[in-house]
């Protein structure tokens, strides 16, 4: 009972510390369990802050309680910021309604989990897609607690899809516009792509989508009946996919007549076969063409055979194959003799022909024809010509296999082309050699017609007898008669090398016409023909053009009516033909009763140097250039010049222009320009001239204009005298013994580093002298002869101002004192400068007091008002008007007062002193002209 009751007793304590162990045991498992549990949870978490997508809860409502950094990161929120934030407020308002129907479904259905793809807007408003996955947390009830969700920014795989889409279309566009057929199966043979252009070659009705995924080789099994052997298709096709080899242009034959040609090209991706590529084409045209060609091969052999052109073929490797009698004739070979040897070998061609003929087989092996020269020998070694028409040529299989050229002898058209080379260089020699004699006779008579004209002109102001003056009258008009001549050639010349060009500028007609008419008056009344004139009233006046060559025409044409016409008229007329609104078509006639042409001649008289017969130049003299020149002249204009005439009643010329309208305004700009002669007055001039005659005459216009005359024999001299003083111009001949006026100009330029003013003096009237001049660093030119006012107008654009400036200085301080008097002045004029700027035309000279004297009185009368009426505008504006004649007439004692009053640089208004000054002495110079001329 004790070993019981101890055994019992044992049992207790041993119960009793199993307990007591399994109650540590399961304090130590909780311990353990709330141990790991933290750790899971900080690892948890530690995961969730670092992670780079977007992990984020919400309560049951869809308001945000947690949100990860990388939430913050790419959303552009903070953390308090979305914290309270509805979720839906980020998502795209295109797609809210659609996901937030999605999400109440999920927790509708209490689905537990989904996946989502939809756009956001961040905080910088940029448009993100995230792929999201959803979690409900649901109570023990199902109800939902709250919401964990983890999203992806998945905008890249969007934009990839996109773009997979837009290649997909495209891919699927291209194939569709394919015009072969195309059948695309997988490793399994089943159908990826077909598109519209197979199931119309093949009749069917079925769409491509249609056959997608479908057996290839069930469906042509089907429809085997329309081939003309199906069998043999499908067995053939089977064949094809067993080897996986490329197989090109295989042509079938369908039932109803049709040919088509298959391609079969296999596929392999990273060197595993993926599946192979159908490419069916229709070439029954092409078929049919290939026939009619082989049927009509033999007809044209025939007829080239028959045209004596030579047919040779070529292999890919250029030896013959073929070539026809004819190349055989050519060459001198026999056929035997050149078959399968290299064409270039064969016909010893040189080293050029046989880069063409390489050229040629690369085009060949292209695909293309094209012709070419080359020069071949034959056996003989007798060069030939010869024309190469190539093409090439292909088998049954569409594969190259050579070129046949067709070859014309062109021979003889070579040797004709050298010759016409040969003339042309010829020509142009000729024509260079005619251009270089024009322009040295040009300087040749040129030079003695500046002298001869230039010492009329001096003599014309000597004290002369009336039969000394009948001399120089007599010198005057041959003269200037031989200058119509030397200007005739030159004009002709001009034109004759397209070298003529037309100016424009703004004139009247009817002063073009008057000025044009003057030289004719006494001719008119000498022979005492009668002259009509007939000016449409409804043309305009004001027109832009190139009156000086228009005027030329005219003249050139009334002095051929003159000169033969001994009785009767000459009429010239102009007609308004059509008014447009920025131009108006004039009709020119000039009409005479002279001796006529033949009707056989018409067409000679417009050749240069042509007249109706030899006896014409001796009898009325001339050139026989004047009517070539007009006519090109009227070209010019758009023209065409035509003629009526008839033996011994007379002739018509006629010609039809448009001319573009002008403005009266651009004329009278133009007319306000006065030639200053005050500031040639002192100027320094270098004259570089080699002829006596030539420096005298320009010396003596020089000495009249008041310039100081320096003279250099030729370029040499010039540099010389530029080194050691300094000139305000340079007049310079172009021609001179040891060196002419370019050369000097370019070393002036070049060596001296002057910029001083130079002018050229060139007896060469030759297009192209001009641009010799300017490139040889010349200011300007000027043609001999030259008339006083020519050069004078050419010496005022670069003349310097200082002394002109100096003396408006000087008069402005001597007008700012208004206790200068009028007496203290010595009032006087001179014509000198009048007479000397219009050749000593004293009557010209009268005319031009008797104006002067009216626009004077004129001047003060409303000069006086406009200061009465404080307008000192208008008081400058008439002092301006009237200051070119105050310089014409050299009245010094205004030249600078009246550019006080004028000012027109600056906001000083004349004084009441200047103005009754101004007044005074011009009052006193109108008296004084009075005076002189009674």
């Not at 041993?14 to 750790?39: D, F, G, I, M, S």
């Not at 937030?100 to 408003?125: A, C, W």
């Not at 906001?907 to 004084?928: D, H, K, M, T």
Request: glycine content about 6%; charged content about 30%; overall charge negative.
């Amino acid at each position: 009972m004790d070993n019981l009751e101890n055994l019992r007793k044992q049992l207790e304590q041993e119960k009793q510390l199993r307990v007591t162990l399994e109650q540590e045991l399961a304090l130590k498992k909780e311990q353990l369990e709330r141990y790991v549990q933290k750790e899971n949870e900080e690892k948890y978490r530690t995961v969730i802050e670092t992670a780079t997508d977007i992990v984020y809860k919400t309560d049951a409502k869809g308001y945000f309680t947690y949100v990860n950094p990388a939430a913050e990161r790419i959303v552009g929120f903070a953390q308090h910021e979305l914290l309270g934030m509805h979720f839906s407020s980020l998502i795209d308002p295109e797609y809210r309604e659609r996901v937030m129907e999605f999400y109440h479904e999920q927790f509708k259905s209490r689905t537990p989990s989904t996946y989502l793809e939809y756009p956001i807007i961040t905080r910088k408003g940029e448009r993100l897609w995230l792929g999201q996955n959803v979690q409900l947390e649901l109570t023990g009830t199902g109800w939902v607690n709250g919401v964990s969700s983890f999203a992806r920014d998945i905008s890249d795989r969007m934009k990839a899809d996109e773009q997979l889409k837009l290649l997909n279309l495209r891919f699927s566009s291209i194939i569709n516009n394919i015009h072969s057929g195309i059948l695309l199966e997988s490793s399994e043979r089943r159908v990826v792509i077909a598109n519209d252009t197979l199931c119309r070659m093949f009749n069917s009705s079925a769409k491509p989508e249609h056959v997608v995924d479908a057996s290839c080789l069930d469906i042509f099994k089907s429809m085997k009946y329309i081939f003309k052997d199906g069998d043999a298709v499908i067995e053939n096709m089977e064949a094809c996919v067993q080897k996986r080899e490329k197989q090109l242009n295989v042509e079938i034959a369908l039932a109803d007549g049709r040919i088509f040609e298959r391609d079969y090209i296999p596929i392999f991706l990273n060197g595993i076969y993926t599946g192979h590529l159908w490419k069916y084409r229709d070439i029954t045209e092409q078929k049919k063409i290939q026939q009619t060609l082989l049927e009509s091969e033999e007809k044209y052999r025939r007829i080239i055979q028959n045209m004596k052109l030579g047919l040779l073929v070529v292999d890919n490797n250029d030896r013959i194959v073929d070539a026809n009698p004819n190349f055989c004739e050519m060459t001198g070979y026999k056929q035997e003799e050149i078959m399968g040897w290299p064409a270039g070998e064969i016909l010893l061609v040189s080293e050029e022909s046989k880069s063409e003929i390489r050229k040629a087989q690369g085009l060949r092996k292209d695909g293309v024809s094209n012709a070419y020269e080359i020069q071949v020998s034959s056996k003989t070694g007798k060069p030939v010509w010869m024309m190469i028409s190539g093409s090439p040529i292909y088998d049954s299989n569409h594969k190259l296999i050579g070129s046949i050229g067709i070859h014309l002898d062109i021979t003889e058209r070579k040797l004709q082309e050298v010759a016409l080379r040969e003339a042309h260089l010829k020509a142009e020699q000729s024509a260079h050699s005619k251009e270089v004699f024009l322009a040295n006779m040009s300087h040749e008579v040129r030079t003695p017609m500046n002298a001869v004209l230039g010492m009329a002109r001096l003599l014309e102001h000597a004290n002369l007898t009336t039969k000394e003056r009948g001399y120089l009258d007599a010198i005057k008009v041959s003269s200037e008669n031989l200058l119509v001549i030397i200007n005739d050639i030159l004009d002709f010349s001009k034109i004759d090398q397209g070298k003529m060009q037309l100016e424009e500028t703004t004139f009247s007609f009817s002063e073009m016409i008057k000025a044009a008419m003057v030289q004719f008056e006494f001719k008119f009344m000498e022979k005492n023909l009668s002259f009509f004139r007939k000016i449409d009233p409804a043309m305009g006046d004001i027109f832009r053009g190139d009156p000086t060559r228009l005027s030329q025409v005219l003249t050139n044409l009334i002095s051929n009516s003159v000169k033969f016409t001994e009785e009767g008229h000459v009429s010239l007329s102009c007609y308004l033909v059509a008014d447009e609104p920025s131009s108006q078509r004039i009709r020119f006639t000039v009409s005479d009763t002279g001796v006529g042409i033949e009707k056989d001649k018409l067409v000679d008289i417009f050749e240069s140097f042509m007249q109706e017969d030899s006896t014409i130049s001796r009898k009325y003299g001339g050139t026989g250039l004047g009517l070539t020149i007009s006519k090109q002249l009227v070209k010019l204009f758009g023209g065409e010049l035509l003629v009526e005439s008839e033996k011994g009643k007379g002739s018509s010329f006629s010609f039809e222009i448009d001319l573009k309208k002008g403005h009266m305004a651009d004329i009278n700009k133009a007319a306000e320009v006065v030639l200053d002669y005050d500031r040639l007055r002192d100027l320094k001039v270098l004259l570089v001239e080699d002829n006596k005659l030539n420096q005298f005459v320009a010396t003596a216009i020089l000495d009249q204009f008041g310039a100081k005359t320096v003279l250099a024999a030729n370029g040499k001299e010039a540099l010389e005298k530029l080194g050691k003083e300094r000139f305000d111009i340079v007049l310079m001949d172009l021609q001179m013994p040891v060196m002419g006026g370019l050369e000097a100009t370019r070393l002036i330029r070049e060596q001296l580093k002057s910029d001083v003013p130079v002018i050229a003096l060139t007896a060469n009237a030759i297009k192209g002298d001009s641009d010799k001049c300017l490139a040889a660093g010349m200011n300007d030119y000027i043609s001999k002869p030259f008339t006083n006012i020519g050069l004078a107008s050419k010496m005022l654009k670069y003349a310097p101002l200082k002394r002109y400036e100096k003396l408006e200085q000087a008069s402005e301080v001597n007008t700012d004192k208004e206790e200068t008097k009028t007496d203290d002045i010595t009032v006087s004029y001179d014509l000198q400068k009048l007479l000397d700027g219009f050749e000593g035309n004293d009557e010209f000279a009268r005319n031009m007091v008797d104006l002067f004297i009216e626009t004077a009185e004129e001047t003060m009368h409303d000069m006086e008002h406009a200061m009465a009426d404080n307008n000192p505008e208008l008081v400058k504006s008439l002092a301006h008007k009237i200051k070119p004649s105050i310089d014409i007439f050299n009245i010094r004692a205004l030249t600078g007062l009246v550019r006080s009053i004028e000012r027109p640089e600056d906001r000083i208004n004349p004084s009441a002193a200047q103005v009754n000054e101004f007044v005074g002495i011009l009052a006193e110079v109108v008296r004084q002209m009075e005076n002189d001329k009674k």
